[in-house]
């Protein structure tokens, strides 16, 4: 029976579950695919996923190139053998229903299953990094989804509302994640800080009301820039609007309302002559500004010469 799982699924997914056929010979007893996806995560959380490569792997290793390919067919099983390896997060107990459906919190269930994404990935920035190519396959990915379903159990949700439900929280976390961890890596990076007062005022003479009527305020008060300033968790603050509209959803099937598919929103259209009003309001602008500065100047020159 392994043999014929091993013919149908992909090499990565098969050797993610062991029924692959593992090499009989090889040049060391050393080397296997759990040694090989070690050290390229050992790689990729030292120097990010581009560092990792066959060669580079196979010399951290002390092995020849061609030696890894006894045991993986190409990077991209190692990509996704990486990948799954990383998604093995410590599970909950299974006591859902310990005390009945009625004592059990779904919603601080998916806050827990949500903030596992997080946690991945900021152990392993790397990890959204890897393109997602299809639905997941592989015993760890696998694990983690049981579980989120599991925190729905009790819900009067359809199977298909449970994974949709799960897509939604599973894309909102990874889509914060991705932003939480590009922020970190602008902050470590050299060049003038977000924030501070100077460059809240630099930033208010772009953001000005006329055009930005909304923002502006926000950025003349220092809001916008200072992320930080506030109490509020951007993250928590959104996963609990999701599990709000979650949980009235979730009400209105108990109720009996039924299941009505909502067709996918258009794209807005927009026509020739609004792009191209839309790109001479932004050469104006930018003339505008070129204009400001230029009379700053002017009138530092002129203090400066009449302080002399």
Avoid at 29 to 48: F, M, N, P, Q, Y
Avoid at 258 to 285: F, G, T
Wanted: charged share 30%.
């Amino acid at each position: 029976m392994a043999d014929d799982v091993e013919d149908v699924l992909p090499r990565a997914v098969a050797l993610s579950w062991g029924v692959a056929e593992r090499p009989q010979r090889g040049p060391k007893r050393e080397l296997s695919v759990e040694r090989i996806v070690d050290t390229a995560i050992e790689l990729a959380d030292a120097e990010g996923l581009g560092a990792v490569s066959m060669s580079r792997i196979a010399s951290e290793l002390g092995f020849t190139t061609m030696s890894l390919y006894r045991y993986v067919t190409s990077k991209d099983d190692v990509l996704a053998l990486m990948q799954d390896a990383v998604c093995a997060v410590p599970i909950p107990p299974d006591d859902a229903l310990a005390g009945g459906a009625a004592d059990h919190d779904w919603r601080e269930g998916l806050r827990r299953w949500s903030m596992a994404t997080i946690d991945v990935m900021r152990e392993h920035p790397w990890f959204p990094d890897i393109p997602i190519s299809g639905i997941p396959l592989m015993p760890n990915n696998l694990a983690v989804l049981d579980w989120g379903l599991r925190e729905m159990r009790t819900l009067p949700l359809t199977d298909a509302e449970k994974m949709s439900t799960a897509l939604l929280l599973s894309s909102y976390a990874r889509a914060v994640g991705v932003v939480e961890r590009d922020v970190s890596r602008s902050r470590q990076a050299d060049g003038p800080p977000a924030n501070g007062e100077a460059f809240t005022a630099a930033l208010a003479e772009l953001v000005t009301p006329e055009r930005f009527p909304d923002l502006a305020p926000l950025v003349a008060s220092g809001t916008y820039a200072d992320a930080e300033g506030d109490d509020l968790d951007d993250f928590a603050f959104g996963l609990e609007r999701i599990l709000d509209g979650i949980e009235r959803y979730v009400a209105a099937r108990a109720e009996g309302a039924p299941l009505a598919p909502v067709p996918r929103p258009e794209s807005a259209p927009r026509d020739k002559a609004v792009r191209e009003a839309a790109k001479a309001r932004r050469e104006a602008e930018s003339k505008l500004r070129e204009a400001r500065k230029r009379e700053r100047e002017a009138i530092a020159r002129a203090a400066d010469r009449a302080a002399r």
